[in-house]
């Protein structure tokens, strides 16, 4: 590749082979258009539909679950089978719907590209579509036009400028020149006599050779990372992949075992094997994909409000663990509104309040806020910087925007604070000419008449344009400018320029004769300086706070920007994320780092500066090395490969560009990134709201597996039928579940550090726990089928007891025998209570999940009204269970007397009342010993 930059204008027409003057010969673009192809992005092939629904399908627990499904198809269980198969469709489809729309980057990375362009080719200008642009093409570059091309500029008029912010991140328009660059490694931002693809003219005009097309672009390089980008699965679906295959083998363990226990006890072996598949599907938790995909869409509903939309649905549990967000500065971390924030005029020095485009304000000296019409030479310096302008603040829809220069934009609303409006000062002082900036002069200047004297209103940088002041407004006149008076000037402006504001200067000059007889350089001379002004792109408020709030939750802030060092670190110390310990790297500096440096360095360095997207990758990449879970935010299409690169790539709605937001997993739709941080919070709410209900889930499943792997290893009979071990599994499990994964969040859950990426979904300290409460779980409910089946209606509990203590061991096996002819309408009547014990001890259950150490009366019985609706659900689907026949038929299972049933309800209730006496036993073993 070239450095067309470094070329001179002869150079490039000579190595492109074209003509300075009439372009390429029609004959010969047609040639390099068959030899390099059309001037456009390749798009990767894309999966089609059929494929991305199919995807879905290729997770173990989903296949799993697909197994469940046939098996209860051999048992005959149509309703469970059917039920299972609709939510592995119900996940698949919601799955397919987010990927197939983050396939549509690279259409929006073409939409950027111009339609039509105008090129000189054997010296005539035409129109001709960009994609038909070949290398030596000259083209016309007007104000308002898109690049269709990288291109060197050749010729241009003094105030052409291309706007670079969704390339480099630079703030500003560019000022472009024709001469060329010395330097081989300068960064993008800075080779001003170069135009790229993707940017867009906004003054003036220029001609400029085409030097590369399609994906040989600064553009197509990025069109190029993105597609070679693959996506990572999130630390959830990781998690829950490894955590289905475990459930499994456990669950393949436990049903072999109960299944050698029945066969060998004299079983039938049909029988044997038919409650050990029931077993194993009720086992598997198949309401899990479901429960946490519908989880995910109910958070991406809440946050939605919270102005973060979610396209792809696992990105809302990786936010609860991320551990840096690499954030693109201007537009994103501040306003990308040009501000005033202080000014020099007649040796006094001012602040401004106020940010953005909006004209409310103050001007403060001393500490106090003053009238600066009471000071002659502020007013002065104001009204020149507004009469030297060619930009319009305007209010719309409530809110002020600018057309034109962005920098303009900032004199005229600080004009405005003053009470000084542009139209106003236009009609007193009207205009004659203009004189544009230009990079060599560095100055613009506007002529205007009043009455009979015509003016010249000129700004500039502060140390060429004090170069040509003779005279210094002072005191309401002008007198002659001492060496005294230059040293001031150029002290305040080293001072405000170390705290990376950009500074202006402004001076004026009456023209003593007709403006005609001037030459454009005198114009120039003999000035009177009026005032310093300097300005900066401010920090957004709620980013002050977004940001303190991350350092509360363990959460690095790092700048990644095209902007400059000093301008960037100025505005990290404003935030608050730049100490004395830290470093400031610039894309220059990076890219003579190696990868293993830039890993040693990555950890002390919050902000970057003049970085290329290749750039912005290679960090990204080094945070994730180290493994952290990297957010990365972004507007322009710079960010785009690092958005897509990152755990989750966030873009911003207002500003960002289509290419950003199609490969991003949120975006932010207020552009603010006190969002992120709202966002950050719902997602670790979210991500306890999934334990919980995979908690519930699993403790629940445990105590299923124990009342048939106790009753087998005792000899008891099998006290749970297939059909009734999965309605508990469908109907119970389900809606509590899903009332858990919107679980109220904890007020407390941004004080917390971000879990590890690589934190267990259930650690050793909860399986403990849901082992203990499913062995709680199964003791109540084998109790009930027990004290049914071998005492109700035959024998009292406290004769049982009785022989029970003395040791009776007689009278105890003429308890536990029953006679056969009772034994079938005994048994149908044990299954049904220990069948209802289960079902409504899950219920209860799912009160002990909200909260591991809180009671629930704490946190509040009510504060989930979708639990409670749940519970109410659940508990009146399994009475109807045992009172409408039709169940009875399906469940085989038999009305219970009201005796009976108020035995069934404190049974269940067992498990609700024996975890929150834990809870308290260990708060009141925490309690600290009373002092004196």
Wanted: net charge neutral.
């Amino acid at each position: 590749m070239n450095n067309w930059w470094q070329l001179n204008i002869e150079e490039t027409v000579k190595l492109l082979s074209s003509n300075a003057e009439n372009g390429l010969p029609d004959m010969e673009a047609k040639r390099r258009l068959t030899d390099s192809g059309p001037n456009q992005l390749a798009e990767k092939k894309s999966a089609s539909p059929w494929v991305l629904f199919f995807d879905q399908f290729n997770d173990f627990i989903i296949w799993v679950l697909i197994g469940a499904a046939l098996i209860s198809g051999f048992l005959k269980e149509w309703i469970d089978s059917a039920a299972i198969i609709a939510i592995v469709i119900l996940n698949s489809v919601l799955g397919f719907i987010q990927e197939y729309k983050a396939e549509k980057s690279l259409a929006a990375l073409k939409k950027m590209s111009s339609p039509i362009s105008k090129v000189i080719r054997d010296g005539k200008q035409s129109a001709i579509p960009s994609t038909e642009l070949v290398t030596g093409d000259l083209v016309i570059l007007e104000s308002g036009d898109h690049i269709p091309a990288d291109s060197r500029v050749v010729w241009h008029t003094s105030n052409f400028s291309v706007q670079e912010a969704s390339l480099t991140g630079e703030s500003t328009p560019v000022a472009k020149i024709s001469g060329h660059l010395d330097g081989k490694d300068i960064p993008l931002a800075d080779r001003t006599n170069m135009v790229f693809m993707g940017t867009s003219a906004v003054s003036g005009k220029a001609k400029a050779f085409i030097v590369e097309t399609g994906m040989k672009t600064e553009l197509g390089k990025i069109a190029g990372m993105i597609q070679g980008i693959e996506r990572e699965s999130t630390p959830l679906q990781k998690k829950l992949e490894e955590f289905g295959k475990w459930i499994v083998y456990l669950c393949i363990g436990l049903v072999a075992i109960v299944f050698l226990l029945q066969w060998l006890r004299g079983g039938k072996l049909i029988d044997a094997f038919l409650t050990s598949v029931s077993l194993a599907v009720a086992a598997i938790p198949e309401g899990l994909p479901a429960v946490v995909t519908i989880a995910l869409a109910l958070g991406v509903q809440r946050m939605v409000k919270r102005n973060a939309l979610i396209r792809k649905l696992p990105s809302v549990e990786t936010l609860g663990c991320a551990t840096v967000i690499c954030s693109d500065k201007t537009g994103t971390l501040t306003k990308n509104e040009m501000t005033v924030q202080a000014m020099v005029a007649g040796g006094k020095q001012f602040s401004v309040t106020g940010t953005g485009y909006e004209p409310s304000g103050e001007f403060i000296m001393d500490g106090k806020a003053i009238n600066p019409v009471d000071y002659p030479e502020l007013k002065w310096t104001l009204l020149s910087s507004i009469l030297c302008n060619g930009a319009e603040l305007i209010k719309k829809d409530g809110s002020y925007r600018i057309v034109g220069d962005p920098t303009e934009g900032a004199l005229l609303t600080a004009a405005e604070k003053a009470g000084l409006k542009k139209n106003d000062a236009e009609k007193e002082y009207i205009f004659v000419d203009e004189i544009p900036f230009d990079s060599d002069r560095k100055m613009m200047t506007i002529i205007r008449q009043k009455g009979d004297k015509t003016y010249a209103f000129v700004k500039g940088a502060p140390d060429i344009l004090l170069k040509n002041c003779s005279q210094i407004e002072a005191g309401g006149q002008a007198r002659a400018i001492t060496n005294n008076d230059f040293s001031d000037i150029l002290k305040a402006n080293g001072s405000m320029a170390a705290q990376a504001l950009r500074v202006l200067a402004i001076a004026y000059r009456t023209l003593d004769k007709p403006y005609s007889s001037y030459k454009p350089e005198e114009i120039e001379k003999n000035l009177i300086f009026a005032g310093l002004v300097a300005m900066i792109d401010p920090p957004r408020e709620e980013a002050k706070r977004a940001v303190e709030a991350c350092k509360s939750a363990g959460i690095r802030t790092v700048m990644i920007t095209g902007d400059h060092r000093d301008t960037a670190v100025a505005i990290a110390k404003q935030l608050g994320f730049f100490t004395e310990d830290s470093i400031a790297l610039t894309g220059e500096e990076l890219d003579r780092l190696s990868d293993d440096e830039l890993l040693s360095k990555v950890e002390k360095t919050p902000v970057y500066a003049r970085v290329s997207p290749e750039n912005k990758l290679r960090i990204v990449k080094a945070w994730k090395k180290l493994g952290h879970v990297v957010a990365m935010t972004g507007d322009g299409v710079n960010d785009a490969p690092a958005v897509k690169e990152a755990d989750i790539g966030v873009a911003m709605g207002i500003t960002g560009t289509d290419v950003t937001k199609e490969v991003s997993d949120m975006v932010v739709t207020d552009d603010n990134f006190a969002s992120i941080v709202a966002a950050v919070e719902e997602g670790r709410g979210i991500y306890d709201n999934i334990q919980k209900f995979i908690h519930y889930l699993l403790s629940c499943n445990v105590g299923e597996i124990m009342v048939m792997f106790i009753s087998s290893l005792v000899g008891l009979p099998v006290p749970l039928l297939p059909a009734q071990l999965l309605w508990v599994n469908l109907v119970t499990d389900g809606l509590p579940a899903l009332a858990l994964g919107v679980d109220p969040i904890n007020k407390n859950i941004m004080k917390r550090k971000p879990r590890k990426a690589d934190s267990k979904v259930i650690d050793g300290k909860h399986a403990r726990l849901m082992v203990g409460q499913g062995f709680v779980i199964a003791v109540c409910a084998l109790s009930a089928f027990c004290f049914i089946y071998f005492l109700e209606n035959r024998y009292s509990l406290k004769e049982f007891f009785t022989s029970l203590f003395t040791l009776n061991i007689e009278h105890l096996k003429q308890m536990l025998t029953i006679p056969e002819a009772a034994r079938n309408e005994l048994l149908a009547k044990a299954r049904t209570v220990g069948f209802v014990v289960l079902a409504f001890c899950q219920d209860f259950q799912s009160y002990n999940c909200r909260n591991q150490t809180e009671s629930l009366f704490k946190i509040g019985l009510f504060s989930n009204k979708r639990l409670i609706g749940a519970t109410i659900v659940s508990m009146t689907l399994n009475t109807l269970a045992i009172y409408c026949p039709f169940f009875n038929t399906i469940l085989k299972t038999v009305p219970l007397t009201l005796v009976e049933l108020l035995i069934v309800i404190v049974m269940s209730s067992i498990p609700l009342w024996v975890m929150e006496a834990v809870k308290f036993a260990k708060k009141s073993s925490k309690q600290p010993e009373n002092v004196g």
